[in-house]
Protein backbone atom coordinates (compact mmCIF):
# COMPACT_ATOMS: atom_id res chain seq x y z
CA UNK A 1 0.00 0.00 0.00
CA UNK A 2 2.70 2.13 0.90
CA UNK A 3 4.47 1.17 -2.76
CA UNK A 4 1.35 2.30 -4.07
CA UNK A 5 0.89 5.81 -2.59
CA UNK A 6 4.80 6.19 -3.21
CA UNK A 7 3.83 5.67 -6.97
CA UNK A 8 0.97 7.68 -7.19
CA UNK A 9 3.28 10.72 -5.46
CA UNK A 10 5.58 10.25 -8.12
CA UNK A 11 3.33 10.69 -10.85
CA UNK A 12 1.64 13.38 -9.71
CA UNK A 13 5.47 15.15 -9.26
CA UNK A 14 6.08 13.95 -12.58
CA UNK A 15 2.82 15.38 -14.20
CA UNK A 16 2.85 18.92 -12.63
CA UNK A 17 4.59 21.73 -14.17
CA UNK A 18 4.41 25.63 -14.41
CA UNK A 19 1.45 27.29 -14.62
CA UNK A 20 1.22 28.36 -18.32
CA UNK A 21 -0.90 31.20 -20.26
CA UNK A 22 -1.31 30.92 -24.01
CA UNK A 23 -3.16 33.20 -26.40
CA UNK A 24 -4.05 32.48 -29.81
CA UNK A 25 -5.64 34.07 -32.74
CA UNK A 26 -6.81 32.53 -35.96
CA UNK A 27 -7.65 35.24 -38.82
CA UNK A 28 -7.52 33.97 -42.05
CA UNK A 29 -7.80 37.72 -43.62
CA UNK A 30 -4.42 38.77 -42.06
CA UNK A 31 -0.81 37.80 -41.97
CA UNK A 32 0.15 35.55 -40.12
CA UNK A 33 -2.93 34.14 -40.43
CA UNK A 34 -2.71 32.24 -37.09
CA UNK A 35 -0.85 33.19 -34.26
CA UNK A 36 0.15 31.10 -31.28
CA UNK A 37 1.70 33.16 -27.74
CA UNK A 38 2.69 30.55 -24.81
CA UNK A 39 3.92 32.16 -21.45
CA UNK A 40 4.56 30.13 -18.17
CA UNK A 41 5.06 31.29 -15.31
CA UNK A 42 8.85 30.79 -15.51
CA UNK A 43 8.83 33.26 -18.26
CA UNK A 44 9.92 30.96 -20.94
CA UNK A 45 7.94 32.15 -24.23
CA UNK A 46 7.29 30.66 -27.58
CA UNK A 47 5.90 32.04 -30.60
CA UNK A 48 4.40 30.37 -33.61
CA UNK A 49 2.86 31.08 -36.97
CA UNK A 50 1.45 27.50 -37.58
CA UNK A 51 -0.28 25.51 -35.37
CA UNK A 52 1.60 22.52 -36.06
CA UNK A 53 4.86 24.40 -35.96
CA UNK A 54 7.71 22.13 -34.02
CA UNK A 55 10.42 24.49 -34.54
CA UNK A 56 8.69 27.84 -31.99
CA UNK A 57 10.51 31.23 -31.93
CA UNK A 58 11.65 30.48 -28.43
CA UNK A 59 12.49 33.71 -25.37
CA UNK A 60 12.42 34.86 -21.92
CA UNK A 61 9.98 37.19 -20.92
CA UNK A 62 11.09 39.62 -17.96
CA UNK A 63 9.83 39.17 -14.16
CA UNK A 64 7.67 42.28 -14.60
CA UNK A 65 6.21 41.35 -17.71
CA UNK A 66 5.68 37.56 -16.22
CA UNK A 67 3.99 38.92 -13.13
CA UNK A 68 1.17 41.42 -15.48
CA UNK A 69 0.62 38.79 -17.56
CA UNK A 70 -0.45 36.47 -14.93
CA UNK A 71 -1.87 39.42 -12.71
CA UNK A 72 -4.06 40.00 -15.63
CA UNK A 73 -5.26 36.31 -16.35
CA UNK A 74 -6.33 36.25 -12.35
CA UNK A 75 -8.51 39.16 -12.49
CA UNK A 76 -10.33 37.35 -15.18
CA UNK A 77 -11.08 34.61 -13.19
CA UNK A 78 -8.16 32.71 -15.13
CA UNK A 79 -11.13 32.79 -18.16
CA UNK A 80 -13.19 30.40 -16.79
CA UNK A 81 -16.15 33.22 -17.63
CA UNK A 82 -16.65 34.62 -21.18
CA UNK A 83 -15.64 38.06 -22.40
CA UNK A 84 -17.15 38.19 -25.70
CA UNK A 85 -19.32 41.11 -25.81
CA UNK A 86 -22.12 40.13 -28.32
CA UNK A 87 -21.92 43.30 -30.14
CA UNK A 88 -21.88 43.54 -33.83
CA UNK A 89 -18.48 44.74 -34.67
CA UNK A 90 -16.27 43.71 -37.44
CA UNK A 91 -14.05 40.28 -37.72
CA UNK A 92 -10.87 40.65 -36.04
CA UNK A 93 -9.94 37.33 -35.78
CA UNK A 94 -11.09 34.34 -33.02
CA UNK A 95 -8.93 35.34 -30.04
CA UNK A 96 -8.69 32.59 -27.23
CA UNK A 97 -7.25 33.48 -23.90
CA UNK A 98 -6.41 29.87 -22.00
CA UNK A 99 -4.66 29.34 -18.49
CA UNK A 100 -3.33 25.78 -17.61
CA UNK A 101 -2.66 25.26 -14.05
CA UNK A 102 0.55 23.42 -12.82
CA UNK A 103 -1.39 20.04 -12.75
CA UNK A 104 -2.58 20.68 -16.43
CA UNK A 105 -6.15 21.51 -15.97
CA UNK A 106 -7.39 24.00 -18.55
CA UNK A 107 -9.91 26.63 -18.98
CA UNK A 108 -10.43 28.92 -21.76
CA UNK A 109 -12.46 31.75 -23.69
CA UNK A 110 -12.95 32.52 -27.28
CA UNK A 111 -13.92 36.03 -28.60
CA UNK A 112 -13.82 38.14 -30.97
CA UNK A 113 -14.55 41.73 -29.54
CA UNK A 114 -14.95 42.33 -25.66
CA UNK A 115 -15.62 45.14 -23.60
CA UNK A 116 -13.57 44.07 -20.50
CA UNK A 117 -10.79 46.79 -19.57
CA UNK A 118 -8.52 44.06 -18.70
CA UNK A 119 -9.33 41.40 -21.43
CA UNK A 120 -8.45 44.47 -23.93
CA UNK A 121 -5.02 45.07 -22.04
CA UNK A 122 -4.28 41.52 -21.97
CA UNK A 123 -4.83 41.34 -25.38
CA UNK A 124 -2.72 44.09 -26.47
CA UNK A 125 0.00 43.04 -24.65
CA UNK A 126 -0.32 39.93 -26.23
CA UNK A 127 -0.17 41.19 -29.80
CA UNK A 128 2.90 43.29 -28.93
CA UNK A 129 4.48 40.45 -28.08
CA UNK A 130 3.61 38.69 -31.25
CA UNK A 131 4.78 41.70 -33.34
CA UNK A 132 7.83 41.60 -31.42
CA UNK A 133 8.28 38.21 -32.44
CA UNK A 134 7.54 38.70 -35.67
CA UNK A 135 10.25 41.50 -35.77
CA UNK A 136 13.01 38.78 -34.63
CA UNK A 137 12.45 36.88 -37.64
CA UNK A 138 12.17 39.45 -39.94
CA UNK A 139 15.66 40.36 -38.70
CA UNK A 140 16.73 36.67 -39.15
CA UNK A 141 15.41 36.33 -42.50
CA UNK A 142 17.44 39.74 -43.63
CA UNK A 143 20.36 39.42 -41.75
CA UNK A 144 20.40 35.89 -43.99
CA UNK A 145 18.70 36.59 -47.09
CA UNK A 146 18.33 40.29 -47.69
CA UNK A 147 21.01 42.24 -46.10
CA UNK A 148 19.50 45.79 -47.70
CA UNK A 149 16.46 44.92 -45.75
CA UNK A 150 18.35 44.74 -42.46
CA UNK A 151 18.45 48.67 -41.73
CA UNK A 152 14.34 48.52 -41.87
CA UNK A 153 14.29 45.39 -40.12
CA UNK A 154 16.22 47.29 -37.54
CA UNK A 155 14.08 50.34 -37.24
CA UNK A 156 11.02 48.46 -36.71
CA UNK A 157 12.80 46.72 -33.75
CA UNK A 158 13.89 50.25 -32.42
CA UNK A 159 10.43 51.65 -32.77
CA UNK A 160 8.95 49.35 -30.45
CA UNK A 161 11.99 49.77 -28.25
CA UNK A 162 11.15 53.56 -28.16
CA UNK A 163 7.49 52.82 -27.37
CA UNK A 164 8.32 50.28 -24.87
CA UNK A 165 6.07 47.50 -26.66
CA UNK A 166 9.46 45.10 -27.40
CA UNK A 167 9.04 41.78 -25.48
CA UNK A 168 12.17 39.91 -24.15
CA UNK A 169 14.84 42.54 -25.58
CA UNK A 170 17.47 39.56 -24.78
CA UNK A 171 16.51 37.72 -27.58
CA UNK A 172 17.42 39.76 -30.23
CA UNK A 173 21.11 40.34 -28.28
CA UNK A 174 22.75 37.40 -30.54
CA UNK A 175 21.39 38.85 -34.51
CA UNK A 176 22.41 41.92 -32.82
CA UNK A 177 25.84 40.99 -32.39
CA UNK A 178 26.94 39.71 -35.55
CA UNK A 179 25.47 41.90 -37.46
CA UNK A 180 27.56 44.35 -35.24
CA UNK A 181 30.57 42.81 -36.04
CA UNK A 182 29.75 41.58 -39.66
CA UNK A 183 31.34 44.50 -42.19
CA UNK A 184 28.90 42.74 -45.37
CA UNK A 185 26.02 44.96 -43.40
CA UNK A 186 25.71 48.30 -44.60
CA UNK A 187 27.57 50.73 -42.13
CA UNK A 188 24.23 52.11 -41.19
CA UNK A 189 22.87 48.87 -40.13
CA UNK A 190 25.68 48.32 -38.23
CA UNK A 191 25.68 51.22 -36.46
CA UNK A 192 21.89 51.04 -35.77
CA UNK A 193 22.59 47.20 -34.67
CA UNK A 194 25.35 48.08 -32.12
CA UNK A 195 23.55 51.25 -30.58
CA UNK A 196 20.69 48.30 -29.88
CA UNK A 197 22.85 46.07 -28.79
CA UNK A 198 24.05 48.36 -25.93
CA UNK A 199 20.47 49.23 -25.44
CA UNK A 200 19.25 45.52 -24.47
CA UNK A 201 22.43 44.43 -22.73
CA UNK A 202 22.26 47.48 -20.35
CA UNK A 203 18.51 46.85 -19.51
CA UNK A 204 19.08 42.79 -19.49
CA UNK A 205 21.46 43.85 -16.78
CA UNK A 206 19.78 46.93 -14.81
CA UNK A 207 16.66 43.98 -14.84
CA UNK A 208 18.80 41.63 -13.08
CA UNK A 209 20.27 44.37 -10.65
CA UNK A 210 16.31 44.83 -9.46
CA UNK A 211 15.89 40.94 -9.17
CA UNK A 212 18.79 40.44 -7.06
CA UNK A 213 17.87 43.46 -4.45
CA UNK A 214 14.57 42.07 -4.18
Not at 49 to 74: G, N, R, T, W, Y
Amino acid sequence: MRLLAGLLSLGAIAFAGSPKIVFTKSFPQSTPAYVYVGVDRTGALEYREAEHDDQPVKAQLQDADIAALFSMAEKLNYFKTPLESGLKVANTGKKTFRYEDENGVASETTFNYSLDPTAQQLLDRFEQIAESERAYLELDRTGHFDKLGVNDALAEIESLWLRKQLAAPSQFIPLLTRISNHESFMHLARERAARLKDAFEGNTAAVSAVAKNQ
